[in-house]
């Protein structure tokens, strides 16, 4: 099955010296890019089985505090849907069943 959207982490840095979390850029290709910003992103990345679907983690730190969005794109619909912020950090983002799911610490 072709992919519609191919995503890749490029230029990661850890979150803050000595984090086991990173950031960095998103590097987008594909029938339609959607219009994210490309900068603060977790190098997290989950998929629904027929590739309709793409999650991504973006970071919001507010004050400080690690917060972050999920991003749910629809390559099919050529839409995109972002979380209210969550705060704490992304330990792990996947597809089950029909939807996506993550687990915070």
Known sequence: MKQRLRIRFKNRQELRQGSL??????QMSGEWIPALSLGNW???????????YVALVQWNTKENQ????VVRIDTH???YHK???IAGLCRELKWQQDRFVWEKS
């Open 66 to 69: 690690p917060g972050f969005h």
């Open 77 to 79: 619909a050529r839409t």
């Open 83 to 85: 979380t209210k912020r």
């Open 42 to 52: 977790q190098d997290l990345k989950a998929v629904s089985p027929d590739q309709r």
């Open 21 to 26: 979390w990173n950031r960095c850029d998103l």
